[in-house]
């Protein structure tokens, strides 16, 4: 039994030279993932290669968050309210609420649509109603101006009473504009 005592205390010494070796490698595979500046720095101290992992971590995490946000502007996922955008005196603060003009020329349809940078989807709307209508786009062109969009469709309605599906597409379309407004 005398020999326990000096068995366990090996064993202990064993098994915490393990864990400090593995905790080691852990560190160093740590800190291979990120990237340094120069190689020809001196070696930091375990503290300060955690330091540095940890502010690489968080680096990455908000250039996540910004990528992700860049992603959803550029997709128009997100449908502003403009309601909640208007200030006590009646003004916009910032973004404007889209507009949409129609115009009759004979059996061709030209739709203007003006809106904010983050209204992907209104342009994308306008085109799905023409083609329920049954028109035919000829050319659809934007232009960016600050943080107004210009879109302009040209599409030609069929040849079946072309006003009264002029006159239909331009109602649909301003109350499709109208509709979101009051959201």
Known sequence: M???????RTDRKTA??????????????????VPHQNSREPVLSLPDQLNEAASYI?????????????????MGVERTNYASMISCN???TGLRPPQIEVREMGSTLEVVLITGLDSQFMFNETIRVLHEEGA???NASFSVVEDTVFHTIHSKVED???SNGAARIS????????DDCAF
């Open 160 to 162: 079946s009473a072309p």
């Open 58 to 74: 968080k680096r990455l995490q908000t250039n996540l968050e910004k990528m992700k946000e860049k992603k959803d502007s550029l």
């Open 2 to 8: 005398e020999n326990n005592p000096s068995s366990s």
């Open 90 to 92: 009646g003004t916009t």
């Open 136 to 138: 035919e786009i000829i």
């Open 16 to 33: 915490e030279r393990n864990r400090r070796n593995q905790m080691k490698a852990l560190y160093s595979q740590l800190n291979s993932l």
């Open 171 to 178: 109602q649909r379309l301003k109350k499709f504009v109208q």
